[in-house]
């Protein structure tokens, strides 16, 4: 079946340390998205790719980098940077123009 | 960045009862898409919208795209205990060759049997 993979579900790491999310899709969608969400706030969108090889910074994308080397993988790195990392991370796909997006089920961030 | 007022921020409601939950903008938006996240999961597609006026129903859920392009709400009658989740109201927004979605804050939904 197709979809979109996010790995691992939950994930620590000490402050001061990067640490990079993972995101896998077998859709075939061109376009990728990372949504960082917190409590109360809904999805900010943090980086997106229309496709490989490029993209684009999101309304939120200080301390955070990622890739697009292939089509199927967008991982998403959070750098020491990121002054409040601790979150709940979403990967989406979606198909030209951003229709038929889909989500994975998220990456809970936490760090101590 | 641009964003969407979505009200009520939470909800409290006994099973059965009929539940309205609405989003506004100050932009105009081509497509307006309703999603419902479960704890711990990512959001699901409920409704999409795609015409301004228009009137979809999804079994128990309905959603209208308002006449001016900017609103959008969700009614969900009859409102039993997996309702319970977060609602998120979502625009697209086309550009160039791309487009991506600007969500609302989320509406908290809790059903009490």
């Known amino acids: 079946d197709g979809g979109i993979t996010q790995s691992p579900k939950y994930l620590f790491r000490k402050e001061g340390q990067n640490v990079t999310l993972s995101c896998e899709q077998n859709?075939?969608?061109?376009?990728m998205y990372w949504y960082r969400q917190d409590p109360g706030q809904g999805l900010r969108l943090i980086y997106y790719s229309q496709i490989v090889n490029d993209f684009q910074k999101g309304d939120i994308a200080e301390g955070y980098s990622v890739s697009r080397e292939k089509k199927e993988s967008f991982p998403l790195t959070v750098t020491s940077a990121q002054k409040n990392p601790t979150a709940f991370y979403l990967c989406a796909s979606s198909i030209e123009r951003g229709y038929g997006y889909t989500f994975g089920s998220g990456t809970r961030l936490t760090v101590v | 960045g641009q964003q969407l007022n979505q009200s009520p921020q939470s909800m409290f409601i006994q099973e059965g009862e009929d539940v309205s939950m609405n989003c506004t903008s100050s932009?105009?938006?081509?497509?307006w898409l309703w999603y419902k996240q479960d704890p711990g999961e990512g959001p699901v597609l409920l409704i999409a919208?795609?015409?301004?006026?228009e009137l979809t129903s999804n079994g128990r859920l309905t959603a209208q795209f308002g006449i001016t392009r900017k609103d959008s709400f969700l009614n969900i009658s009859a409102s039993i205990p997996s309702d319970v989740g977060i609602y998120f109201c979502?625009?697209?927004?086309?550009?160039?060759?791309?487009?991506?979605?600007?969500f609302g804050q989320g509406t908290e939904l809790s059903v009490k049997p």
């Open positions: 932009s105009i938006f081509n497509t």
């Open positions: 919208l795609y015409k301004a006026g």
């Open positions: 979502a625009g697209l927004l086309i550009y160039n060759q791309g487009g991506k979605l600007i």
């Open positions: 859709l075939n969608h061109d376009a």
